[in-house]
């Protein structure tokens, strides 16, 4: 995944230009920039490598969560539905705004189950969100659908999958409102930074004011603009943009890179008959950015894993036994340690928490592994390392 692996020339030359003429900051400063405008081409870019009309970049792929859903109104007590299995910056970025995040169970596709989002939703919900965990998408048809049922506010976590698509539309694009993230470790990235993407132009014009103090952005005195409605500060400076339009430009390379030590990974694992790939949706394309298997069973696999990185097999996760991935280890959470007071809202709204169990996300995530695709690999390294993944299964599975 990481696009820090291909970190090069057109890099360093894209953050040259900011640097020779010293304008750091995407707006203003007209006369200064000798043209440069890092952030608004790359918004341009986006749009057209995504296929959507409107891009606002902001400071992190969190600060998108929460800026996608402040612009679509969500706020103080309304509950948003979203997969035990997620970045912890997903329950994050929704109590930032006041808001209650529900989680919810997974299914085969690694995240939310229709079924679960459809008995999750009360009075009070106001968004579903959807998290392409892993390079790969929910069931978009269903899950919208629900949506549009129920008047929901539908929201698209594509961090994990920029490149992926469903029926011939990117992630990210395909929800209300979706982000992204470029953050180090992200398939592209601006050193950190993120991007909310939409084709609804009343959230874009949100996002654009909300994440720069409610700024109109009109006219070329930015301190005669005018603040139409209460903002914060979630800009992207130039000198990350100028990284990120590099990086941008060469998203098909990565991508290309990506699915071929894929594909040579997967059809080596395909000749063991006890491993399950994990569910795309039929119509959907994988981003590649890692591979994902279920092993038969808890055991086995925390069994391979441990064999993994003894064989110096780096970078696959079991996220069962993980920090930061999944809720069985979110004690912060279940026990709201926040530095400061949480509302009573969210207080009480959290509280279905204590003691919930989600054996049904369990018996998806303490079967699988998900390894990191990079794109430094030689083709044998690629080829070495899938011989070796499959001898540690075949190993686990004989010892049963
Ligand atoms: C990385 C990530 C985020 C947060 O992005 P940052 O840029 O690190 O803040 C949010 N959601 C998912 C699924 C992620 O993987």
Same mark, same amino acid.
């Given at each position: ?41 790359? =918004? ?5 490598? !995504? ?33 035990? !299995? ?47 965990? +892993? ?11 629900? +949506? ?41 990235? +601006? ?94 394309? =994988? ?11 808890? =055991? ?9 990185? =003894?064989?110096?097999?780096?970078? +696959? ?84």
């Amino acid at each position: 995944m990481p696009g820090f692996e291909l970190f090069g020339n057109a890099e360093r030359e894209s953050v040259n230009d900011v640097l020779d003429n010293g304008v750091l900051m995407r707006y203003g400063f007209d006369g200064m920039r000798k043209g440069h405008w890092k952030a608004k081409e790359l =918004e341009t870019e986006l749009q057209n490598s !995504f296929g959507v009309n409107h891009v606002q970049l902001v400071s992190s792929g969190t600060a998108a969560v929460s800026v996608a859903l402040a612009s679509a109104g969500v706020g103080a007590g309304d509950e948003v539905i979203m997969p035990t !299995f997620t970045f912890v910056a997903s329950f994050e970025a929704i109590m930032m705004l006041g808001a209650i995040p529900v989680l919810v169970d997974i299914d085969s596709t690694l995240t939310l189950d229709p079924k679960a989002v459809e008995d999750a939703i009360t009075p009070k919900t106001k968004a579903v969100m959807v998290v392409q965990m +892993c390079g790969s998408m929910g069931h978009m048809d269903a899950l919208k659908s629900i +949506c549009t049922k129920n008047d929901l506010v539908f929201v698209e976590d594509a961090c994990q999958a920029i490149g992926g698509s469903y029926k011939g539309k990117s992630l990210g694009s395909i929800a209300d409102v979706g982000c992204f993230s470029f953050d180090f470790v992200k398939t592209i990235t +601006c050193g950190e930074g993120g991007a909310v993407i939409t084709n609804n132009k009343e959230y874009y014009l949100n996002a654009d004011h909300y994440s720069d103090h409610g700024h109109d952005h009109v006219g070329s005195d930015r301190g005669a603009e005018t603040h139409p409605l209460l903002g914060y500060n979630f800009r992207l400076s130039e000198l990350h943009a100028a990284v990120g339009l590099a990086q941008v430009k060469r998203l098909p390379e990565f991508l290309e890179i990506q699915k071929k030590n894929f594909d040579i990974m997967r059809e080596k694992l395909s000749e063991i008959p006890e491993i399950k790939f994990r569910t795309v949706p039929e119509g959907g394309v =994988e981003s590649c950015a890692f591979l994902n298997f279920f092993l038969p069973d808890l =055991e086995i696999a925390r069994k391979v894993s441990k064999a993994f990185t =003894e064989n110096g097999v780096d970078a +696959c996760f079991h996220y069962y036994d993980n920090n930061w991935h999944y809720i069985r280890k979110w004690n912060h959470l279940k026990e709201l340690k926040s530095l400061f007071p949480i509302s009573k809202e969210v207080k009480e709204g959290l509280s279905y928490l204590q003691g919930k169990e989600f054996p049904q996300s369990d018996s998806y995530i303490a079967r699988n592994i998900s390894c990191l695709i990079k794109l430094s690999w030689t083709e044998e390294e690629v080829r070495n390392r899938a011989d070796v993944m499959r001898d540690i299964i075949i190993n686990a599975l004989e010892q049963k």
